[in-house]
């Protein structure tokens, strides 16, 4: 075997080791994470909507589209933000933005109750209500908003 053979044998062997060593278990004498939350929603995860999959919460609520559409749950404009999601407002609910991510092609407009937001196949909604200092918090939006906005009415 060549001089070259063996020195690349070797540095095979080597990163192999190296490799094999990075893959072994932690130690198991450190703790789990217990984080207690303080704030819980009535949407869970494994939930349906309107025959959607409720995929995650508490925060942006994670909903199955499957290329279904959204819809305008009252009259309202979208404007596009810095992520390029779509923020619904409505003069029905001033204190609210509605807060559109994951559809495909979303485009700025007026819409009537109703009328089609967009489809994808991933919906990240997030419901924010306005403070009292001016700034916004994400709240948990109403299943009844939920329900319109993935079904025509």
């Known amino acids: 075997m060549s001089s070259k053979a063996v020195c690349l044998r070797a540095i095979a ?33 494994g939930d349906t909507i309107s025959d959607r999959r409720v995929l995650g919460g508490l925060g942006d609520i994670s909903i199955a589209l499957d290329g279904n559409d959204v819809y305008a749950p009252f009259d309202g404009r979208t404007q596009l933000n810095k992520h390029r999601c779509l923020m619904f407002s409505s003069p029905d609910v001033p204190a609210y933005l509605f807060r559109f991510c994951g559809l495909n092609d979303p485009q700025p407009r007026t819409l009537k109750q ?22 916004w918090a994400i709240v948990e939006p109403a299943k009844a908003i939920l329900e319109s906005t993935l079904k025509k009415t």
């Open 13 to 45: 062997t080597v990163v192999s080791l190296v490799l094999l060593s990075s893959c072994t278990r932690p130690p198991n004498n450190e703790a789990t994470l217990d984080i207690k939350l303080y704030q819980t929603w009535q949407l869970q995860p």
């Open 114 to 135: 109703g009328d089609t937001i967009g489809n994808g196949d991933l919906l990240q909604f997030a419901a924010l209500r306005k403070q009292p200092n001016g700034t």
